[in-house]
């Protein structure tokens, strides 16, 4: 299967990483020139490169893979995660010289409880384990937890280097474009890179980047709208053949994580909802290991439906 262009351009190094600025920058460096950083809060709007800079820190720091554990923390958000998933991580031996680390994607999307624990095991692990977590929305998370991390703020990225690198990709990608077509794509999405490398993708045609016509540029397409209405009305089936009759590769991560976001869609009790966060969790990962992207998010939405029906 064709890779993304935003998934292939993921930067695994320093290089070709966009910073903030050139103060963080130095600090960035420094850290991996001396392979070690603190406890972490990458916070910001999406697509600026949180996730990315998690990795390239374990990355360029050496730690062994088997040392690095991932979790995303907006899906597996209850309480037994720090038990069942991160003490026992943090706790057995490491394998490299470097340590462990634990990343924590999308922190402000849970509780205050599992927020207040893992305050207390960030406060106890500084020796032997670091976390880094990431977040789109800082001011949820509980000021005792924030005040353990070192927070970097991702609210801008240097405007020339984020042209430098978009341009960068088009060249690999051999794409012939003129300079105002590029920075009217960069003027309406950055700081967003990865919504702006879509669209460049998108856009390009036989090799030319064309300009973005009006209707591409609105925030949901229209069948998304008339999706969210069904959804809203429980008529699932509906809202089903809507969506996977239109949706693209790059709405795929979007959809999972508006559906994440209303559980309430599928049910009102809070059984249906952990029913439904458990099979929509279940997808979104399995989404990143299918051929058939479509077979999965078919089958998330025929399990959500029968949710609704049974425990709606
Ligand atoms: N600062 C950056 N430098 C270089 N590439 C970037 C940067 N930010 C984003 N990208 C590109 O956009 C893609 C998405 O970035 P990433 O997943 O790190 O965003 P994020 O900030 O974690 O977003 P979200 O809040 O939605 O999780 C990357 O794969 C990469 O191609
Ligand atoms: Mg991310």
Redesign the pocket.
């Known amino acids: 299967m064709k890779q993304l262009?935003?998934?292939?351009?993921?930067?695994k190094t320093l290089d070709?990483?966009?910073?903030v600025d050139d103060h963080i920058k130095s600090k960035i460096e420094e850290w991996v020139e001396h392979k070690e950083f603190p406890h972490l809060l990458?916070a910001?709007?999406?697509?600026?490169?949180?996730?990315?800079?998690?990795y390239i820190l374990v990355n360029e720091c050496d730690f062994e893979d088997v040392d690095v554990k991932y979790i995303a923390a907006s899906v597996s958000k209850g309480i037994d995660t720090i038990r069942d998933e991160i003490i026992t991580f943090v706790e057995r031996s490491s394998f490299g010289e470097m340590g462990r680390v634990v990343i924590l994607?999308?922190v402000d999307e849970t509780t205050p409880a599992f927020m207040t624990a893992l305050r207390n095991l960030i406060g106890e692990m500084y020796d032997s384990c670091r976390f880094i977590l990431?977040a789109?929305y800082p001011h949820k998370i509980i000021s005792p937890l924030k005040s353990r991390l070192h927070t970097i703020t991702?609210n801008t990225?240097d405007k020339d280097?984020?042209v430098a690198?978009v341009y960068e990709i088009l060249t690999k990608e051999r794409v012939q474009c003129d300079a105002d077509t590029l920075l009217e794509y960069v003027e309406r999405y950055y700081p967003?890179?990865?919504r702006t490398?879509n669209a460049l993708e998108h856009n390009t045609v036989q090799g030319v980047l064309k300009a973005e016509s009006k209707e591409a540029t609105e925030d949901d397409p229209d069948w998304m709208k008339e999706a969210i209405v069904y959804f809203e009305q429980g008529m699932i089936k509906e809202a089903r053949n809507k969506i996977v009759s239109n949706i693209t590769d790059n709405l795929y991560?979007d959809f999972y994580?508006m559906l994440y976001k209303n559980l309430h869609w599928f049910s009102k009790s809070e059984d249906g909802q952990d029913a439904a966060l458990l099979t929509i969790r279940k997808a979104y990962v399995d989404d990143t290991v299918v051929a058939n992207r479509e077979i999965v998010l078919s089958s998330c939405l025929v399990q959500l439906s029968k949710i609704s029906k049974k425990m709606g």
Request: hydrophobic share 30%; net charge positive.
């Open positions: 262009w935003y998934k292939k351009y993921r930067p070709g990483f966009v910073f990458l910001g709007p999406p697509g600026t490169g949180k996730t990315t800079l998690a994607d999308e990431t789109n991702f990225l280097s984020f690198r967003d890179m990865r490398i991560d994580k």
